[in-house]
Structures are given as structure tokens and as C-alpha cells.
């Protein structure tokens, strides 16, 4: 079946060490996406992406970074730089040929110690 | 103000009962989604819609372009639809989302 894999479900790091989300589709989408939640809040983006080797700063990128070497995969570095890293971390993605049509993951729980 | 404000934030229901949750929205859309979200934190997307109404099983969910306004119906509520549903609407090339409206429903 046709999905996005984020992984790990949850994560532990200590403070000031970097840590890598993985989010990988296999739904041939074009475009991907990372957004934080944190509670009594709606989900802001932090970067996405619409073509390989491209990506743009959502509404609150600072601390993280990304990258896209490969249409199927985004992910997500949290750098020592984010002042407040805890957070639940979701994935997205969808066609550009589509009106909206976004598929979500299951979601990273960040917890820094 | 937030741009998509959800009402209520917190619904309690007896299983059975008739459920709306409400969107409304300040900004220029394309589209609008009722997400939801269990428990364990991944999100299923429940309907995309642009105009009129739509209906899956048990949810209908309705929009109103002109009052930037969409509702989210469950009939005939059951247990395991308590979740948190959360609308985004579809601005240009991205997704604002609500805070959500956190549903428990109780045998």
C-alpha cells in the first residue's frame, strides 16, 4: 500500500546534539512537507519541498534543516540551534497535479533531555 | 486572530448523539480539509472540499464559500470516534491549520 514512513515513533536526545527525522513516501507525490505541533496549537510548517534538490523556509525553519536528494524522502534535521526542540513532528506530501490532496504520517515525538 | 479559528475546542458526547464541530476561516481559499488526529498522533484525512457537501459513512462535512464557514457532522456517534478533528484550508501553496476540536465520546 501506498504511504509515508515516518520514523522512529519516538525519539530521544539530549541537549545540544543534532537528530535526523525520516519521513519516506512511496506515492510518486511531488511535493513533501514538515510541520511541529505542539499542544493547544495548529501545526506550522517548518520547510517543504516541490522538486528534488529544491526546498523552501516554512514559518518557523530556524534550527532546522533539510534536504531532498531523492523524490521518496525529506528529512528533517533538528539542530543544537532550536531553542525548544520537544515537539510531535509530522510529515506530509502530494501531487502538484492535485487540488490539496495531502497524505500525513504517523508522526516523530521529539523529547530532548 | 488566528486566520482558522475551530469551535468548540472540546466536545464530550453520550454514543448516539448528533456531533458538529464548526470552521471558519478569514482568508482567500482554495480548499478546505477536516483532518483527524488519534491518540497516537497520525492524521487521516477525513474530506477535501471546495463548495456544497460531502458524505462518508457516517460524516458529512459542509462548506460555505461566500460565509467562509464549514462544518464537520458525525451521526450517530460511537466510541471510537473520539479523536482530535482539525480543519486546514488550502491558501495558494500551503495549509493553515486550526487548533483542532478535541472529541471524546462515551459509551
Known amino acids: 500500500d501506498g504511504g509515508i514512513t515516518q520514523s522512529p515513533k519516538y525519539l530521544f536526545r539530549k541537549e545540544g546534539q543534532n537528530v535526523t527525522l525520516s519521513c519516506e513516501q512511496n506515492?510518486?507525490?511531488?511535493?513533501m512537507y514538515w510541520y511541529r505541533q505542539d499542544p493547544g496549537q495548529g501545526l506550522r510548517l517548518i520547510y517543504y519541498?516541490?522538486?528534488?534538490?529544491?526546498?523552501q523556509k516554512g514559518d518557523i525553519a530556524e534550527g532546522y534543516s533539510v534536504s531532498r536528494e531523492k523524490k521518496e524522502s525529506f528529512p528533517l534535521t533538528v539542530t543544537s540551534a532550536q531553542k525548544n526542540p520537544t515537539a510531535f513532528y509530522l510529515c506530509?506530501?502530494?501531487?502538484?497535479?492535485?487540488?490539496?490532496?495531502?497524505?500525513f504520517g504517523s508522526g516523530t515525538r521529539l523529547t530532548v533531555v | 486572530k488566528n486566520e482558522v479559528e475551530q469551535s468548540p475546542q472540546n466536545l464530550t458526547a453520550q454514543e448516539g448523539e448528533f456531533i458538529t464541530i464548526n470552521c471558519s476561516y478569514s482568508?482567500?481559499?482554495?480548499?478546505l480539509h477536516w483532518l483527524q488526529q488519534h491518540p497516537g498522533g497520525g492524521i487521516v484525512s477525513l474530506f477535501m472540499?471546495?463548495?456544497g457537501k460531502k458524505k462518508h459513512g457516517r460524516l458529512i462535512a459542509t462548506i460555505n464559500i461566500q460565509e467562509k464557514h464549514s462544518s464537520l457532522h458525525i451521526t450517530a456517534s460511537h466510541p471510537r470516534d473520539s479523536a482530535v478533528y482539525i480543519c486546514?484550508?488550502?491558501?495558494?501553496?500551503?495549509?493553515?491549520f486550526g487548533t483542532g476540536t478535541r472529541l471524546q465520546v462515551f459509551p
Open positions: 506515492l510518486n507525490h511531488d511535493a
Open positions: 486546514a484550508v488550502f491558501d495558494t501553496d500551503k495549509l493553515i
Open positions: 519541498s516541490q522538486i528534488v534538490n529544491d526546498f
Open positions: 506530509a506530501s502530494r501531487s502538484l497535479s492535485s487540488l490539496g490532496g495531502y497524505t
Open positions: 472540499l471546495s463548495s
Open positions: 482568508v482567500g481559499i482554495s480548499a
